[in-house]
């Protein structure tokens, strides 16, 4: 069964650094389209933040709220998506999904997402 597999949240203090991994399982992160959306506290909309198409023309999308901030890259050999996030501020605390789905594009748009991981915690606060 393809799955999503995220970890790296955790409690940070403002201006501290994370590094978000999503793993893919049964399926080859290589060949997708993968894109990380968060949704912060009290919000119903997943915001897309980053996004990275296929290997052989790869192409990088980021909200204009993370640009300079958060770097998204994989590693094929690991089978793994990166988001590199710097400089947190409390507005990142978020829940931080990666997503995939044969159709999505960068940006991404959570209503092409048909494969979600469960997420992963991020908390900004001092």
């Known amino acids: 069964q393809v799955q999503l597999v995220e970890s790296g949240g955790d409690p940070v203090q403002p201006g501290g650094s994370l590094r978000l991994s999503c793993f893919g399982t049964e399926f080859s992160l290589s060949y997708y389209t993968i894109a990380w959306f968060r949704q912060s506290p009290g919000k119903v909309r997943r915001e897309g933040v980053a996004?990275?198409?296929?290997?052989?023309?790869?192409?990088?999308t980021y909200a204009d709220s993370v640009k300079g901030r958060f770097t998204i890259s994989r590693d094929t050999q690991k089978n793994v998506v990166y988001l590199q996030i710097k400089a947190l501020e409390p507005e990142d605390t978020a829940v931080y999904y990666c997503?995939?789905?044969?159709?999505?594009?960068?940006?991404?748009?959570?209503?092409?997402?048909?494969?979600w991981g469960k997420g992963t915690s991020v908390t900004v606060s001092s």
């Open positions: 996004c990275i198409t296929t290997i052989g023309d790869t192409q990088t």
């Open positions: 997503a995939t789905s044969s159709w999505l594009e960068c940006p991404p748009v959570s209503e092409t997402v048909t494969v």
